[in-house]
């Protein structure tokens, strides 16, 4: 037995696992120290008294094989050893048997013996007879049948001491297998023993494990979700910075026209134009509600613009045929798509505005005819893919004929609808 130097424990040589030569030096060296297997599996990092001990499959089944190898091994044993002193008895009973048998031919050998020297001595005369020659002669030869039967007693003490070493084989043989049985049981409480320590070890370190990692599923639950509510603020500010972009963009272009403008006023002060320059063109705006905010008088001081309403387009013919052949525009604008919608078709509004743009032409050949295309609305939401559909379908009829040209709202939008910012307060 050796002794653990860390918990104190005993262990059993052929229970520590380590070969002959590694062995032999904890047996001649006692001062030598030795840790048995489950102190050694202990890691001192870890803050809990949890064992540390690698996760194995369940070798329960592997344990109830060898108990079972080692049933089978000792039940063989008992057998051939019942088998080996049953015949070793009843050869021991045939013997004993042949001797009895022996013995008493011996007994009846001497007895007649005795009985006749008797005889013979009683019948003996001293004469010189053949006749008592002769029974003397017989007498001799019963004498030396006689020592024949010592030599049989001489066998007769052999046979007893073989029967003495048989018992004495029979006993040693008998503690033996007490031994050895005695042995097998020891190592099969000691395995069993084993078997439950290291059960209830790794019990305890797969409900350690578990633990962990219903701990780091949780924590990777809570990253997932920051990391979700983090990429939805990124959208929302993503989304505010394009709309910061697209009006600093549009504030950029104004303050450009503002400068262009205001560099052209001071160098008009400073060469004053001709008469020839006075008269600026004339630009004539056609819409709907949405121009009533528009002051023409502000819009820009290079041009004169007049504006005109007008919610469908009907009212937009009227407005063409109304005017007079003095009046002729250098750019007429059209802005009534957003309410024609409504009431039309995707394909009846570009009818429409085909015939609105023939009869501008007609009318006012020299004009230039710029279409303000639809945009995207917020009271109803579900006209907005027709707005795209109407848009898409003018600017390719603008391609092909060369007739107008189109004024596009795009960064008013953004995903079919209508910038937060543009809103109407």
């Given amino acids: 037995m050796l002794q653990c130097n860390t918990c104190k424990g005993w262990v059993h040589y052929g229970c520590t696992g380590l070969p002959g030569y590694e062995l032999a030096k904890y047996i001649r060296h006692k001062t030598k120290k030795y840790s048995c297997k489950f102190c050694t599996m202990k890691d001192p990092k870890l803050k809990l008294c949890v064992e540390d001990i690698p996760l194995q499959p369940d070798n329960s089944a592997l344990f109830e094989s060898v108990k079972n190898l080692i049933k089978t091994e000792v039940s063989k044993y008992q057998t051939s050893f019942e088998k080996n002193m049953l015949n070793l008895v009843e050869n021991v009973v045939g013997n004993v048997t042949l001797l ?47 020592q024949n039967k010592e030599d049989q007693s001489k066998i007769i003490s052999s046979l007893e001491e073989n029967i003495n070493d048989l018992k004495l084989t029979i006993n040693t043989m008998k ?31 797969i409900k350690f494990l578990t633990n962990e990692l219903e701990n780091k599923e949780s924590l990777l639950e809570q990253t997932l979700k920051q990391q979700s509510e983090s990429t939805k603020k990124n959208e929302i500010l993503q989304k505010e910075i394009d709309c910061a972009k697209e009006e600093l963009s549009s504030l950029k272009i104004h303050i ?125 939401k579900k006209l907005n893919l027709r707005v795209n559909t109407i848009n898409s379908a003018i600017k390719e009829l603008a391609e092909e004929s060369k007739e107008f040209d189109v004024c596009d709202h795009n960064n008013l939008s953004q995903s079919f609808e209508i910038k937060k910012t543009f809103h109407r307060k």
């Fill in 100 to 146: 009895s048998d022996k013995i008493n031919t011996v007994n009846q050998i001497l007895t007649e013996t005795k009985t006749y020297v008797q005889k013979a001595k009683s019948e003996y005369k001293p004469d010189n007879n053949i006749n008592e020659n002769v029974k003397m002669d017989e007498l001799v030869m019963l004498i030396s049948s006689i």
């Fill in 175 to 205: 503690h033996e297998n007490l031994l050895s049985e005695t042995t097998l049981k020891s190592l099969y409480e000691a395995e069993k023993k084993s078997n439950a320590t290291y059960k209830e070890q790794t019990d305890k370190h």
């Fill in 256 to 380: 450009a026209e503002h400068q262009q403008n205001f560099d052209t006023d001071s160098w008009s002060k400073i060469n004053p134009p001709s008469k020839q320059k006075d008269k600026k063109p004339q630009v004539l705006l056609i819409g709907t509600s949405n121009i009533s905010k528009i002051d023409p008088e502000k819009l820009s001081s290079k041009y004169e613009t007049t504006k005109e309403t007008a919610f469908k387009f009907n009212k937009a013919e009227q407005v063409i045929q109304n005017l007079g052949t003095s009046e002729n525009p250098e750019v007429i604008v059209f802005h009534v798509l957003t309410n024609e919608l409504m009431h039309s078709t995707s394909s009846e509004c570009v009818t429409k505005m085909q015939k609105l743009v023939n009869e501008t032409k007609t009318r006012k050949p020299s004009s230039k005819i710029l279409i303000s295309l639809a945009t995207n609305r917020t009271d109803e």
